[in-house]
């Protein structure tokens, strides 16, 4: 029997801005070993034009049933796609002329609650988040205004935020992203900068008017039953607003985008507020206003849609904020966003729980720490790993640099691996 070798000192990797930590990189081809750099675990199907069926579209395998998936669920789709997305994020006053080039480091957060604590109206937060939010259209590499989305203002400089999958398309065909406002103004917009693996992406309009930067609240406090709103523009339907609650804090969720091949990993917060295709980037508020989550995705169940996204069924996943406050950060300092990695491929096992190593890259935080192909792990910072995307969500949500403390399995012996996270753009 094989015991662990010693732990050498693992090397420093660069410093970054989605985990949070801090987004699958982009990546040209699907890789052949599933990665912790980009995994799919529930397939889905990327948004076709309105009332257009995907071509050849197969029912989504079924996925192996872990702690955090329900047996009826085949599939999370990403909410938009060429029908439909938008993310919301957070908003900030003041910012200076610098802000492309300062990130959020000259902007004055908005701690304030811009609505009286007692005022738990629904018309109300929409009254005051609806001027910031807006409908986002933007042109994709077969059709000129082919996808719809949602979006938040995030401040006076005309920064918009909302998910990676809504303007892919157009950034990769060269094409336009429009923005509407809530009152029907369109403005073109630049691409600042996005990231497949958090999906999320800043826009900048130049002379925005008429709008107010979004409150930007936190995911923290959350609990799960409390009230919260969805805004956003689904089916192309502009300035919606649905309710519901949180429904779940911290589920781990992957997403895919067929268009594209790539795959994000989401520390979700999961609430049954209806979310269509069209709503993806749009905002997910508390009941003061204030923006705790991006809209992203939503679970389907097989067979129950014509179509390769299907409706609401009240399970849908919002960014947390507080992953969105770091990645727009950096996207807004550098043009890019970063993620950690631990520099090892990992898959999940059909019959035991944890993420099993396939791969060790050499020079690697993982090689440096003594992981091996075959190991399992089976615990992150004291929380249990049940597969693949367990891991890898629980590792983006932390920082480049960070330190974390792996359970380790190998030949029927248990071992606390110390790894330090490397960095890679994506």
Same mark, same amino acid.
């Given at each position: ?13 660069? +410093? ?118 807006? +409908? ?86 959350? +609990? ?203």
């Amino acid at each position: 029997m094989n015991d662990f070798p010693s732990e050498p000192t693992a090397p420093t990797g660069p +410093q970054p801005g989605q985990v949070p930590p801090p987004p699958a990189p982009p990546a040209s081809q699907q890789p052949a070993q599933p990665t912790a750099e980009h995994t799919a675990v529930l397939p889905t199907y990327a948004g076709q034009p309105f009332g257009t069926p995907p071509q050849g579209a197969k029912d989504p395998q079924k996925p192996r049933v872990a702690g955090w998936v329900w047996p009826s669920v085949a599939a999370v789709a990403l909410v938009a796609g060429i029908v439909g997305g938008a993310i919301g994020g957070a908003a900030y006053e003041n910012l200076d002329s610098s802000s492309g080039s300062g990130g959020l480091s000259a902007v004055s957060i908005e701690t304030k609650a811009p609505l009286p604590a007692a005022n738990g109206s629904i018309a109300a937060v929409a009254q005051k988040v609806l001027p910031s939010t807006v +409908q986002i259209i933007a042109d994709t590499e077969s059709e000129e205004q082919g996808a719809t989305g949602s979006g938040f203002v995030l401040d006076r400089e005309g920064h918009i935020v909302t998910n990676n999958h809504v303007v892919a398309g157009a950034d990769h065909a060269g094409g336009r992203v429009t923005v509407v406002t809530s009152t029907g103004k369109r403005y073109q917009a630049e691409i600042v900068g996005r990231t497949e693996a958090y999906d999320l992406a800043v826009l900048k309009v130049k002379g925005l008017e008429g709008v107010t930067p979004a409150a930007l609240g936190t995911s923290n406090d959350l +609990q799960v039953g409390e009230g919260v709103v969805a805004i956003g523009s689904p089916l192309g339907l502009a300035n919606t607003v649905t309710t519901g609650i949180v429904s779940a804090l911290n589920r781990p969720v992957s997403t895919s985008g067929d268009a594209e091949d790539t795959t994000s990993f989401i520390n979700a917060v999961q609430t049954d507020a209806a979310v269509n295709p069209g709503n993806s980037g749009g905002p997910l508020v508390d009941m003061r206003g204030r923006v705790v989550g991006v809209n992203s995705a939503i679970a389907t169940v097989a067979g129950s849609s014509t179509g390769g996204q299907g409706g609401n069924i009240g399970v849908a996943f919002a960014i947390p904020v507080e992953q969105v406050r770091v990645t727009v950060d950096e996207i807004l300092r550098d043009g890019e966003a970063s993620y950690p990695v631990i520099g090892a491929s990992v898959s999940s096992g059909p019959d035991e729980d944890g993420a099993h190593v396939e791969a060790v890259t050499p020079g690697s935080p993982a090689a440096g720490a003594g992981l091996e192909k075959g190991d399992l792990i089976t615990g992150i910072n004291g929380h249990a790993v049940t597969d693949n995307a367990s891991l890898i969500v629980a590792i983006r949500a932390q920082m480049p640099g960070d330190t974390v403390q792996l359970t380790v399995k190998r030949d029927g012996k248990e071992r606390a691996v110390k790894v330090k996270l490397d960095a890679k753009v994506g």
